[in-house]
Every structure is written in structure tokens, then in C-alpha cells.
């Protein structure tokens, strides 16, 4: 049958080729073919027309995938949700106006028609006259209620067009309501490669697929890539197959880098940037040892206004549709909020984000900064820092650290203000330090700081 979508008629031309790896499964792009024209026919039985938005309660599964290129095809707006919380699942079918809902059942996708307003937000409502597919992914609500963001999935898609057939097999540890996750997706299935679908996202499961499918490239978090070397799963495993380590999504200590380059001496380490805003970015690093980039894409254009790093590009939201636009200005720019070190030769360096700012006594913290000197103690496999409110200084730096070992609290303590007093400025050494059996973190292996 004819499609809409042009990366669907692709997968036609690498047919036997493994598309899908997913529960010990091999799927080639001739069964992904298939499974997206059965989709099709559902939907089309099912009565779910073209501008209906249509919410997907899963993460990713061959199904899903398949799921999911029936509705670019037909030319739904698709609200991934990987959650399995009803409150939260009813929140998003809430605020993406949510017509229908695709969720499993003995294995199985059903569909559900729902009671949606009447009336859709002009954000919808232009997408559906135009006859285009959209794409809802939500914030992740640390500061407040989730942001719904639209695309244009037609227009996310086209940036993938006319890329070169390429055999390599990509981990796609970041989750289907995730930027990263969809550019994973998007960007390995438009080039004819291979994704490998995790059960879990711990480092066991992680090692294990590495191992037996042979994996190429593993996008990950320096949180996940942390856990990953004090696991000592990489000596269980063999991760030869790895070519490529990418890292993003929260900033990443140099220390961390350098024990990472001391393990892995023969993977290129590239560091991965984008928004769910604007999509991800192509960068290019300044080294293997460095965390200096230069973004390099012809479809973003970026400016540093105060520290912080704006952006403008052409894959990027319509808008929110349960918040107003005070992110970005009149003129289309996107203000990250991410705070940015900035090179004579155009290079940048994420350093923080601006809501994570330590504020002592009128004096700018990093945590990040901080985080990197005590990454380098040997007594401590992982920390996070962040602010606490102080009377008298308005907030004062604290800290969680988890111990290697079973050594005394007290003189962990006494070591950390010791080696912080030669390597960083008075106000920014932790007065406050707690012993953790571990940091806190989200599903997607990002640090969540306490304010």
C-alpha cells in the first residue's frame, strides 16, 4: 500500500536487514513493514481518523514502533506515555487533548476511544488543517507541572531524510517520551541500522544485550555511566563490540570523562546535546578528553546572552499546549536555561543549568563544579550537590555522597572539607554533607537536586 511517510517506503528498500532487536526477537525491516500495515488497517477499522491525537501508554516495544510510524502515516498526533501511574497517565491525556489511548493488554495493544474537549488548542487545530503528523513529548516537571509540547512530526522526520545507509546497532537506552529516544529511533531506522530494545535500563541488562547482540553505540547518562564502571560490569561482560559511548541529558564532571577514556581507551566518547524544545543537535567534541563542543547543525542557530545559551531552530515545538511561551522570545528564540563556558575558537562547555544555581551570600555555586572535585576522592563512588536554604546566607551548599566502602562518617566528612579547601573557593565547599546509600535520580539516570 502507498504511504504517507516517506521513511516507511525506506524501510522497503533494507528489507531483510535486522531493524528491531527486542525480547531475544530479531525483527528485519520486511516484518516492520508488515506490522505497520497491520496497524493501519486497525486504525482504519477502528474509525481513528487523520488529526485525531491518539496517546500510546508504552515504552518502547516492536509493537509500539510499528504503532507509532501507523500513526505518522496516518497522520495522527502521537503523545508517547511510558508511565504506569493512572493519575499522571490521565494528567497527559489531559493536557494533550487526547482523543484515543493504545495500551497493552496480554501483550497486545487495544485502543480506547476517549472524551476529549470539543474544542482543540489552535496548536492542534493548525497541524490538522495542514495535514500534518505531530508529536507530543511533556518536560519533566522537576519545577512544576510536566510541559505538553507539540511538533511537527512531518517536519522532525524530514531532517533524517537523504542520510547514507549505514550498518550499525544502536542501544536505545533513552525512553519513547524522551527527545534523545525519538531522535534514536529516527536517526538509526532512517539509515537502515539496528536498535537494540533493553528489558530494564539497570547495567546488568544493559552489559548483557551489549555483549550478545553485539552493540555498536550506547547513548547513555554520565549518572548510567557511573553506575556502569562501579558495577564492574564492564570486566564481566565483553563490550568490544562498542565503537561509540555518547553522553547528554545532564552535564557530565571531567573527572568522570577521564575515568571513562582510562576504561574504554578505544571508544570514541561524543558528547550528545539537544532539547526537547528544539530536538537534538549535531555537535562535534574538541577532543575525546575534552567537554568542550561546537554545535554544528545546519538546522539550529545558537547565541550566548548572559552565560546562558539560546537557541533557534528549524525542528522546534509549535508550542505548549498548558503553558504559555515564556520560554522563548517574540523573535523564535529558545532560552535553555542552560548556563554555557564559552572558547576563543567557538567552542562551548555546558557548566549547569541556571535553576540549579547555589546562591551563598550573594556568591554563584555550581554544582557541577563541585561535583567534579569530589568525583575525584577516591573514598566515594558517587555525589550530588545542591543548595539548602541558609538564614543568614540566604543558601548554603550541600551534598550527598555514596561511600565505596564501609568507612567511618565522621572522618568522610572531616576529608571532604580537607581536599575542598585547596581546590575550591571557601563558599563553595559543602557545610552541609550527608551519607547516602545512593543519589537520588530519575527513570531516565538524570540527577533530580534537591532545592
Not at 29 to 43: E, F, T
Not at 59 to 84: G, Q
Request: net charge negative; aromatic share 10%; charged share 30%.
Amino acid at each position: 500500500m502507498p504511504h504517507h511517510c516517506w521513511m516507511i517506503d525506506r524501510f522497503a528498500e533494507f528489507s531483510d536487514k535486522r531493524a528491531i532487536i527486542f525480547d531475544n526477537t530479531a525483527y528485519s525491516y520486511a516484518d516492520l513493514g508488515k506490522r505497520i500495515n497491520y496497524y493501519l488497517n486497525y486504525i482504519k477499522k477502528r474509525g481513528i481518523e487523520s488529526g485525531s491525537v491518539v496517546a500510546i501508554n508504552s515504552d518502547y516495544t516492536f509493537e509500539a514502533i510499528a504503532l507509532f510510524f501507523a500513526l505518522a502515516d496516518n497522520k495522527n498526533i502521537t503523545v508517547p506515555i511510558i508511565t504506569d501511574a493512572s493519575e499522571e497517565i490521565a494528567n497527559r491525556i489531559r493536557s494533550a487533548e487526547a482523543d484515543y489511548l493504545f495500551a497493552i493488554e496480554n501483550g497486545q495493544f487495544f485502543s480506547k476511544k476517549l472524551g476529549s474537549a470539543v474544542k482543540k488548542h489552535e496548536y492542534i487545530d493548525k497541524l490538522v488543517s495542514e495535514s500534518r503528523a505531530g508529536l507530543v513529548l511533556f518536560s519533566s516537571g522537576s519545577t512544576g507541572e510536566p510541559k505538553a509540547m507539540l511538533h511537527d512530526l512531518d517536519n522532525l522526520m524530514q531532517g533524517y531524510n537523504a542520510r547514507k545507509e549505514k550498518d550499525i546497532n544502536t542501544m536505545i537506552f533513552l525512553t519513547f517520551d524522551h527527545i534523545g529516544g525519538i531522535d534514536t529511533l529516527l536517526r538509526i531506522l532512517s539509515i537502515g541500522g539496528t536498535i537494540t530494545i533493553p528489558s530494564s535500563r539497570q547495567p546488568e541488562e544493559i552489559s548483557r544485550l551489549i555483549e550478545r547482540h553485539q552493540v555498536n553505540v550506547l547513548p547513555s547518562s554520565p549518572t548510567f555511566l557511573n553506575l556502569l564502571l562501579l558495577s564492574g560490569l564492564h570486566q564481566k561482560y565483553d563490550l568490544g563490540s562498542l565503537k561509540i559511548i555518547a553522553f547528554g541529558a545532564e552535564p557530565m564532571p571531567e573527572s568522570l570523562l577521564l575515568r571513562l577514556r582510562g576504561k574504554f581507551p578505544d571508544v570514541e566518547l561524543q558528547q550528545k546535546f539537544g532539547t526537547s524544545e528544539t530536538n537534538a543537535i549535531r555537535v562535534k567534541s574538541r577532543s575525546n578528553d575534552s567537554l568542550f563542543m561546537k554545535l554544528d547543525d545546519p538546522n539550529q542557530e545558537h547565541k550566548v546572552i548572559d552565560g546562558e545559551l539560546w537557541l533557534k531552530s528549524k525542528t522546534q515545538v509549535l508550542g505548549y499546549l498548558n503553558a504559555p511561551m515564556d520560554d522563548f522570545t517574540e523573535d523564535g528564540w529558545f532560552k535553555t536555561g542552560d548556563l554555557v563556558e564559552t572558547s576563543e575558537d567557538g567552542y562551548i562547555k555546558i557548566i549547569g543549568r541556571n535553576k540549579e544555581i547555589i546562591n551563598v551570600g550573594g556568591e554563584k555555586v555550581l554544582p557541577s563544579e563541585v561535583e567534579s572535585v569530589l568525583f575525584e576522592m577516591d573514598e566515594f563512588s558517587d555525589v550530588m550537590v545542591y543548595g539548602e536554604k541558609n538564614q543568614i546566607t540566604g543558601e548554603n551548599v550541600a551534598v550527598e555522597v555514596v561511600l565505596k566502602q564501609d568507612i567511618d562518617k565522621r572522618e568522610a566528612k572531616k576529608a571532604i572539607r580537607k581536599f575542598c579547601r585547596d581546590k575550591l573557593d571557601s563558599y563553595k565547599i559543602p557545610t552541609k554533607i550527608n551519607i547516602v546509600d545512593q543519589t537520588n535520580f530519575g527513570e531516565r539516570f538524570k540527577k533530580i537536586r534537591r532545592r
